[in-house]
Structure formats: structure tokens, C-alpha cells
């Protein structure tokens, strides 16, 4: 998949970075170029989009793309089968709702998780109901409608109670109550930033799994001392998170992450930077001895190249800046980048059940829909009860691939 990405679309996936759970470096990422950042999942879909849009441009194109619609209905067809979509468009001048029948013998679903509920949690109340009120990294668009549509015709579904937390949604200073949370890349952690709470201390192995991270972090920094804030001042804001902690990255660390995506995320005023650790101190309003001595523990088991007291035994980098040198206009400064991050909604590892072809399959007898197939985050049971970091973007490619040729086979020989 990563060289089908690579080969046929030229997108330079060429950067490893070790996330959480990994035991090596494996998850591909993009580097910057002249100082901006290329994320990756962007790159994948605008890449892939641009070539479907000229694909489709063509005088003899074999299919069209229609975009601003929303898809409300299955067709059925015979035998249980799904036989093409009922679906909606807006008209541009008069406004009105115009609705659409289009036949076709075989259907893809990829129409995403259902993370970005918020307001109106039909999935989570019922198979999760103990998160509904986290904040999330989804878009407002993740509601789970193709799980409604599949379960229409059938389906069966998977593993829905399976949600993953991911412990680093950016808390932004003014605005900590925003219930959709920016993603603090798990890259962060991976190239040597560290976990603090609100006293300045690590309390787990940043490099752990997401769902061990986020269990931690609600034991250690959810309380009015050991929480991370961006005031001091004792009146609560509304929709603040309970739960927070300070990701704190060495200059070290942050070069090694990259300071296009890093001066991206500074812009967008989620991290912020400070000089040397009294400034470090300062900025999170933590005593400096005690700061000091939490960077130099780390980097202590770091240099023994031992397991420290969270079983930690992976340390990208060193956790406190050397002393700046020199003096005057020669003197060379380093900084320290942090910010506080939240426990937010992410990923939802259930949804239909599919087969290794992406084929649908039905609750009553656990058959394949005929006509229905599904691929990315609207599927169930690939990922178990927590996805490592990375798997995502690629289980999209694989099994997108793999729908796209089980289409062509169905199109050619709809009777087989």
C-alpha cells in the first residue's frame, strides 16, 4: 500500500516516526518542505482526489463524481442485495431539497466512524455511554450515518462499545471549552516529548498505548492540583476539560519533530514556547527545582539506557536543554515548546462487520450482503479494542484498494 502511495502517486511517505505501542520506528510520515508541513492524511486524500477529479474530467470518462450530496437510503435489490443509493442534493438558486435515485449493482461504503456525535450521540449513548460529554478530534460530519444505512439492509455490526480516547487534544488558551479538539500528533511523543501534570511531574510512559496514556492521565491530572490549565484563576470555564496534562518538548525534541508542522501548530496558538527551564517554570506555573529535577530523572534513565519507573525504555531525547552558550549578540538560545492536552474521542474501532474482500456481511446468518461493500472507519472487528497509531490511514488504503477491485469484479460478472 505505502508503495502503491509512493510509486504510482509520487507522495513522499519516506519518514518513520516510533508511536505509541510500537517497538520500532513503523508509522510513515511526510516530511516538510521549505518549512511547511505535509500531513500526511491530507496528502493521501487530496493526492487521490486530484487524480479522480481529472480521471473524471475526461471526454470519456467511465464514472462522474458528485460532491454536496448526502446519501439517505440503500436500495434493495433482490435476494437481500443492495441495489444502488437514494440520495440528496441542494439546489444552488432556489434552496430546495431535491432527492435522487441512482441504480448500481454494487455500493462502497467509506463514509467514516461515528466520533463527531457531539450534541446528538445516537452510537455513543448506547455502546458508550461513559464518554459521551469528551471532547473529540472529529469533525462534526463523523456521525455514523453509513451505519444506519448498512443496518437498513441488514448488516451486522461489530464491536461498537470499542471507542479509542487518544490521550493529546490540544487544549487552545481562550477557547479550553471548544468541544472539537486539533489532533497533538502522536509524533510528538515519538520524537521525545514528554508528559507532565499540573505539578511537573511525568507520571507515564508517554511511548505507551493510547488507552494505558489516557488511563493515566485521568488518575494523575484531573484533579484541582495535579490538572494542567492555562489560568490560575480559580473560576472554572465553562466545558474546560477535568482531565489535562502539559506535553513539553526539549529543543532537541522539537527538532527532531519538525518545526514545519511545529511553527503550524504555534500559529494556530496551541503550543507555545519558552526560554530556558525558569522560563519553562514560569509558563506553567511549576516550582523550577521541582521541574528540573522531573527532566534530569528522565534523561538519567535515558543515559543507563534502563527501564525508568513507567517502564519507560525508549527515550527519542533528552528532556532538558543544555546551558545556553556565549554571551551577548553570539549566544545561542534554546527553547522549550509546550502545551496542555486532553483525553478527546478519536477513533471508533466498531462498525459493520466486513470480510478480508469487504464484503458486507449479514447479522441473521453472517453472509455477504450482495451488492454491499465497506472499507475504512465505518467497518468493525479489524482493530480489536485499540488501534495503534498509523493502522488507521493504512487500513484505508488496503482494504479501499480491495473494494475497488471487488467492484470491478462485481461490474464485470455481476452474477458471480
Known amino acids: 500500500a505505502v508503495s502503491w502511495l509512493q510509486e504510482d502517486f509520487g507522495l513522499d511517505l519516506d519518514v518513520l516516526a516510533r508511536l505509541g505501542g510500537h517497538s520500532f520506528p513503523r508509522t510513515h510520515r511526510r516530511p516538510d518542505i521549505n518549512g511547511k508541513p505535509q500531513p500526511v492524511g491530507?496528502?493521501?486524500?487530496?493526492?487521490?482526489?486530484?487524480?479522480?477529479?481529472?480521471?473524471?474530467?475526461?471526454?470519456?470518462a467511465r464514472f462522474k463524481l458528485i460532491t454536496g450530496a448526502r446519501v439517505i437510503k440503500l436500495l434493495r435489490g433482490t435476494h437481500g442485495g443492495v441495489s444502488g443509493v437514494v440520495y440528496e442534493t441542494v439546489d444552488a438558486d432556489t434552496k430546495i431539497i431535491q432527492q435522487h435515485s441512482m441504480l448500481s449493482d454494487v455500493v462502497v461504503l467509506a463514509t467514516g466512524g461515528f466520533g463527531g456525535e457531539g450534541n446528538r450521540p445516537r452510537y455513543l449513548k448506547q455502546y458508550a455511554p461513559q464518554l459521551v460529554g469528551l471532547p473529540a478530534t472529529n469533525g462534526a460530519f463523523a456521525t455514523g450515518d453509513g451505519l444506519g444505512l448498512a443496518t437498513a439492509a441488514g448488516a451486522e455490526l461489530v464491536d461498537m462499545d470499542q471507542v479509542q480516547v487518544h490521550p493529546t487534544g490540544f487544549v487552545k488558551s481562550g477557547d479550553p471549552g471548544n468541544p472539537t479538539k486539533f489532533l497533538a500528533a502522536e509524533a510528538l511523543?515519538?520524537?521525545?516529548?514528554?508528559?507532565?501534570n499540573g505539578l511537573g511531574r511525568r507520571f507515564v510512559n508517554e511511548l505507551d498505548t493510547r488507552d494505558h496514556v489516557t488511563d493515566a492521565m485521568n488518575k494523575f491530572c484531573s484533579t484541582p492540583?495535579?490538572?494542567?490549565?492555562?489560568?490560575?484563576?480559580?473560576?472554572?470555564?465553562?466545558?474546560?476539560?477535568?482531565?489535562?496534562?502539559?506535553?513539553v518538548l526539549s529543543q532537541a525534541a522539537a527538532d527532531s519533530f519538525g518545526h514545519g508542522a511545529l511553527g503550524f501548530y504555534e500559529k494556530m496558538g496551541l503550543v507555545n514556547r519558552?526560554?530556558?527551564?525558569?522560563g519553562l517554570a514560569a509558563a506553567l506555573r511549576v516550582d523550577e527545582g521541582v521541574l528540573r529535577k522531573t527532566l534530569e530523572d528522565h534523561d538519567s534513565a535515558r543515559d543507563k539506557g534502563a527501564l525508568d519507573e513507567f517502564g519507560k525504555g525508549v527515550f527519542p531525547q533528552r528532556a532538558l536543554n543544555p546551558p545556553a552558550s556565549s554571551e551577548g549578540e553570539n549566544r545561542t538560545r534554546s527553547y522549550y515548546y509546550w502545551a496542555i492536552v486532553t483525553p478527546s474521542i478519536h477513533y471508533t474501532m466498531g462498525g459493520v462487520r466486513f470480510d478480508h474482500k469487504t464484503r458486507v456481511l449479514r447479522a441473521s446468518d453472517a453472509a455477504p450482503i450482495p451488492g454491499l461493500l465497506a472499507a475504512g472507519e465505518v467497518t468493525g472487528g479489524l482493530h480489536g479494542a485499540n488501534r495503534l497509531g498509523g493502522n488507521s490511514l493504512l487500513e484505508c488504503v488496503v482494504y479501499g484498494r480491495e473494494a475497488g477491485r471487488q467492484a470491478a469484479a462485481i461490474l464485470a460478472d455481476p452474477s458471480a
Do not use: N, Y
Not at 47 to 60: I, V, W
Not at 189 to 196: C, S, W
Not at 232 to 243: F, L, N, Q, Y
Open 42 to 60: 491530507w496528502g493521501i486524500v487530496s493526492t487521490l482526489g486530484k487524480h479522480l477529479g481529472e480521471l473524471a474530467g475526461l471526454d470519456d
Open 225 to 247: 492540583g495535579t490538572r494542567a490549565r492555562h489560568s490560575d484563576s480559580a473560576e472554572e470555564i465553562r466545558g474546560e476539560p477535568s482531565t489535562a496534562a502539559f506535553l
Open 274 to 278: 519558552a526560554e530556558g527551564l525558569e
Open 189 to 196: 511523543r515519538g520524537e521525545g516529548g514528554i508528559l507532565l
